[in-house]
Nanobody, 127 residues
Framework: QVQLVESGGGLVQAGGSLRLSCATSGRTFSNYAMGWFRQAPGKEREFVAA????????YYADSVKGRFTISRDNAKNTVYLQMNSLKPDDTAVYYCAAVWSSSASYFAPTDREYNYWGQGTQVTVSS
């Protein structure tokens, strides 16, 4: 089992920044590809960003490309999502997710590929 705990959400004005963290425990973090997803009220959960277990490969949704950056610190068993130039449309509950991978370059852009999820952290962007 892998436990995931997100933090860093909050209320921010449009144009501002937040950094989300997802601390993991339970298994060897460096064996897991990681992802961030979000779900706004009344909408389906959507992909935000993904990173391979090596950290060398990343992938972003078009809606956040150039504004958000996913990163990981394998020594701290933590994955991050740096969010800049935030917009009201970014308002959502943000979730991190993990999937074990034998490949250092594998990353997963769809939620069905992940089998571990955090509880989520609320991000609210005011206009």
């Amino acid at each position: 089992q892998v436990q995931l705990v997100e933090s860093g959400g909050g209320l921010v004005q449009a144009g501002g920044s937040l950094r989300l963290s997802c601390a993991t425990s339970g298994r060897t973090f460096s064996n897991y590809a990681m992802g961030w997803f979000r779900q706004a009220p009344g909408k389906e959960r959507e992909f935000v960003a993904a990173m391979s277990r090596s950290g060398l490969r990343t992938y972003y949704a078009d809606s956040v490309k150039g504004r958000f950056t996913i990163s990981r610190d394998n020594a701290k068993n933590t994955v991050y999502l740096q969010m800049n130039s935030l917009k009201p449309d970014d308002t959502a509950v943000y979730y991190c997710a993990a999937v074990w991978s034998s490949s250092a370059s594998y990353f997963a852009p769809t939620d069905r590929e992940y089998n571990y999820w955090g509880q989520g952290t609320q991000v609210t962007v005011s206009s």
